[in-house]
């Protein structure tokens, strides 16, 4: 990955349990962006973070930004069946002539039983 | 809401055919990105446009070209194509002003056998 780890790269937990999934980058950063993937469908847009924020909130989603350490978390509450996907963390580069590329990392695979 | 439009969703090509695949960016965004992800794999950039000028280029092979058109649309060429080029091809496009946030299409998937 150009980006560098998410951990877990599997988890697997029962409905209604908590997930965290951790991502770690490389570079200074504008944002970070989580996304969901459906087995091999397209990419959607769960939440943004800013690199001068430290968490957010949505809904279930909540995100946490360490720039200090180059990582992020996304923790997904109260989980349901539904929110079996693969996870993907995004950073949005700092450096202008980076232009507005999204470099990912390498996605967490998150089972829900029911 | 209209989304990011890609086609064909799916292609099957034999090796050293070529392959064009579409992308037709949300109305008014100006800015196209392709992402390359093959099986497994995270997403990777490609290539990325802006008023129809290439803006920044990623790990795309020299078999492959882009390019956006006066209507905002773009088209990804792929020529002498390879095994190892079977992968999932998505488009993104973004608004005017430097927007934060990319909106993703479908995605193409595309076999080549």
């Known amino acids: 990955s150009q980006q560098g780890e998410e951990d877990p790269q599997a988890l697997s937990i029962q409905e209604g349990e908590n997930a965290t999934m951790n991502c770690s980058y490389k570079t200074s950063i504008n944002n970070l962006q989580w996304y969901r993937q459906n087995s091999g469908r397209g990419l959607v847009h769960l939440i943004l973070?800013?690199?001068?924020?430290r968490e957010k909130h949505s809904g279930r989603l909540r995100v946490t930004l360490d720039t200090s350490k180059k990582s992020s978390s996304l923790l997904i509450t109260a989980s349901r069946a539904a929110d079996t996907a693969s996870y993907f963390c995004?950073?949005?580069?700092?450096?202008?002539?980076?232009?507005?590329?999204?470099?990912f990392g390498q996605g967490t695979e998150l089972s829900v039983k029911p | 809401a209209a989304g990011v439009i890609q086609s064909p969703r799916h292609l099957i090509k034999e090796k050293r055919e070529t392959a064009t695949l579409k992308c037709y960016p949300i109305?008014?965004?100006?800015?196209v990105y392709w992402y390359q992800q093959g099986p497994g794999q995270d997403p990777q950039f490609l290539i990325s446009?802006?008023?129809?000028?290439?803006?920044d280029k990623g790990s795309i092979p020299d078999r492959f070209s882009a390019q956006q058109f006066s209507d905002y649309h773009s088209e990804l060429n792929m020529s002498s194509l390879e095994l190892g080029d079977s992968a999932l091809y998505f488009c993104?496009?973004?608004?005017?002003?430097?927007?934060?946030?990319?909106?993703f299409g479908p995605g193409t998937r595309l076999t080549v056998t």
């Open positions: 973070i800013r690199s001068n924020e």
């Open positions: 995004a950073t949005r580069s700092l450096i202008y002539n980076q232009g507005g590329k999204l470099i």
């Open positions: 993104a496009s973004s608004p005017p002003g430097g927007a934060e946030k990319q909106y």
């Open positions: 446009f802006y008023e129809k000028m290439q803006s």
């Open positions: 109305p008014r965004h100006d800015t």
